[in-house]
């Protein structure tokens, strides 16, 4: 069911999360463990259709962290909250460890500031090794390694599903999901706030701010000006799977002031990834890749690893990091306006994500939120298997044997079940377009594109098409 | 795994039931080879063929000339009168140990160990991703394979004006599909200096298709949020570039063989094809286990497949039989302007290559080449051939430029003048 549009909607909410990344999920998902009415609304047709989808997908320490800041406490704490819930629901990770790689004498003698860094931090686990400890960590390096420092929890996730646990964990407890609406205006009020949205209006309460790249305008639209986003693009390479037993663990640059830097890395879809770039952009929305980033990355490549480079490239794309002017997240809230801005969650938000949402929580019941915990929350969601280091629907002969439909691969290169399609396009937080399809299940992911099963799968999606409830106000999860 | 898959144990195991898999499956029944399995993981057998909805199938193998449909039911309907097997939806997706495959199907998940295995896994395009273009991400960008997919399987619209990218056999193939579905193919953008395939198409068929190309033209980005909007194109001589309004691009050609399971067997690949390095016999370097079609030579037509297919079968009877597999031979390599030639070993006594030919791939179009094959410094043969060597498409060289070859000799050198 949709909602009319530009009808007011009579509800009002207790709390509406404006933003349904991670960051936004996780905190739609954390208020909707109490006893308050929550909606998480987004402009785009899918949870996690922004920077949420396109990072590096690296669940990170935060051993490099600037130690005494919000994000390198939060992105501790929310490796082990998010280890923690990847456990529970099925999202994968690999706990690959990571080797920060030292190229120049200067980068050498930086690596023992770094561990005293990520001491700082808490993290005591580093350790600083010799050029031959890295040849044998990673033996396809290319020539030239001085020394390395290691980093054995740092890990890799998938970030679609880490989104997607939330965000239908947070249905499960209740949250509305409303998107396709875009807040363009705010209409305070003594009892309540009028979100003006393009699919209508939206009352309530409490406003939590985690639009992303669009943190700084929706701010504004409460009056503020306390920062702006400069999207800074990171542009990346995906290679085939065949390269995957060439890179076992994350390799790091040795980070500069302009941010961590390129990387190799495993994906946990079991390929390899080469990125990111970091460029300052004007256009929030200009996610293509760009010519001199692939140059760029070339380039690098070619001496971080030149045996990949010969391999064929699966996938590129780019995102867009929020960038702000102020050096920590920025997340107040303002009690009389009962609003919470959680801005500038840049490059570690997948990784702070729970983090953030636990520390939102606690600063909105600072400012008057009344939240009482209920006792009668569900289970979290247990999510689809994605991953290629746990088993897979194709490769299980007792799911296969009770419904063939997870014997019939649809997406070769991905082995991707017509099972898996059916239940992504029937899910909570349902599939509504190819492009949410393949962040569910990866069909059309692999090395093909869609090659061969590109028709196919755009003809299981139209038979699944459904209606879904994550448009409506009313109709939804009762 | 406490529970083990269940196994089946046919004699031959063919993989991949395109016109390769299929043509070899009838052969080998036909010769009483035992129990003859084809598994192939679409809906129905046929390879490409079956979406590819036009005529010029099956000239060589079948010397008529049918529809890609009918030439995949003809070819299916071969194999099962003759008595193989053939399995679809079934899936090999990995090796449980070096003579050993593991399926998934709807049937179930199973293992298969056969006593000899024919790779027939063909080839595909590389799509835009894999040539690095950069640009937006939007919806209309296709691989001649999807295309023909989406528009003769499944009947789905496309849009109203394309760009095709390449000037392969393959390219016009796109343009004739696309015409079908009632796109516009606008522009063929390709980086030689002539439209490869050109040759292959007589004035007449040409003109009917009237597509303009841009030679010695790159794309360098796709433009379009959401649906596709222009491409940008450079000329590489002169660097000059420009957009072209569309909403639909087909990459086509730049083919690259399905290798996935030859490489996870630690089977030895040749560089230039990407595929199974084989000998004349089609003998990968693991024994028991040969190749054929397209994943020996990206890309060939159909009916050079299916001939690879029926040239394998007494190879493979042979190796059922317990024959030795000879030792030695010597290397062919293709100097530039090839790319690659297939097969690449030369043993002694082993057969000519199937239909007495070589195959090659060149880079550069020569109206008149002169073929020349030299070993150790010395020049064995030299032959100017009636047919051009062009860009996009074989070239096929009579094995009997190899005859002085020595079987002891170094590697042996395929050029070009
Ligand atoms: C290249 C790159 C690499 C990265 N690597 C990592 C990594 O390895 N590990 C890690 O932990 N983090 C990484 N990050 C950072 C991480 O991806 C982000 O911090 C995180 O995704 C931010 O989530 P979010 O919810 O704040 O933002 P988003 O995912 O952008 O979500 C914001 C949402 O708000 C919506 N929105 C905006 N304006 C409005 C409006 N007016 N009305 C309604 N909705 C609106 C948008 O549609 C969007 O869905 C990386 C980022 C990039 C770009
Ligand atoms: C658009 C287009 C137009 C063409 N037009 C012509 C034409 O007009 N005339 C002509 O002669 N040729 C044409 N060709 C070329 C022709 O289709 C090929 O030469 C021929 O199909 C090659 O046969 P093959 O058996 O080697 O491979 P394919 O036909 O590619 O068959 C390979 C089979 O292997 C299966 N397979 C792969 N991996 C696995 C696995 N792991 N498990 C199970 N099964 C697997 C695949 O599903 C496929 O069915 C065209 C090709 C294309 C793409």
Redesign the pocket.
Known sequence: MTATPHRPHDDVYDVAVIGGGIVGAAIARELSGYDVRVALLDARDDVGDATSKANTAILHTGFDAKPGTLESRLVARGYHLLSAYAEATGIPVEHTGAVLVAWTDEELGALPGLKEKAEANGYTHCRIVDADDVYRLIPDLGEGVLGGLTVPDESIICTWTTNLALATDARQRGTTILLEHAVTRVDEGDEATTLRTSAGDVRTRWVVNAAGLGADHVDRLFGHDRFTVTPRRGELFVFDKLTRPMVNKIVLPVPTSRGKGVLISPTIYGNVMLGPTAEDLTDRTDTATSEDGFDFLLTKGERLMPRLLAEEVTASYAGLRAAIDHPDYLIEATPRQRYLLVGGIRSTGLTAGIAIAEHARTLLEEAGLALRPRADLPEPPRMPNIGEATQRPYQDAGLIARDPAYGTIVCFCERVTEGEIRDACHAPVPARSLEGLRRRTRAMNGRCQGFFCGAAVAALREKHHTHDGCRSQHKDNR | MTHQPPLTTPDVLI???????LTAAAELAGRRAGRVLV????QD?G???RH?D?T??GLRDLRRVMT?PAYARHLVRQATLAGAEIRTR???TGWADEDTVDVTSPDGRYRIRPRAIVL????RERPRTARRIPGDRPHGVYT??QL?NLVHLHHQPVGERAVIVGGE??SW??AVTLREAGCTPALMVSQYPKAESYAAFNAAGRTVLRVPVATRTRVTRVIGKGRCQAVEIEHLDTGRRRTVACDTVVFTGDWIP?HE?ARSAGITLDEGTLGPLTDTALRTSCPGVFAA???LHP?????V?ALDGRHVAQQVVHHLNGEDRPAGGVRLTADAPFRWVAPQILRPNDPAPARGRLLLWTDEFVRFPKVTVRQDGRTLARRTLAWPAAPGRVFRVPAGLLDDVSPTGGPVHIGLH
């Open positions: 993989i991949g039931g395109g016109p390769a898999g598994v192939d993981r679409e057998a390879g490409i063929p590819s036009h010029g199938y890609g079934t899936m090999v027939a896994t063909g080839a001649t394979g023909q056999l393959v193939s796109a399905d399971l079609g397209n994943l890309v060939d037509t159909a009916d497949a």
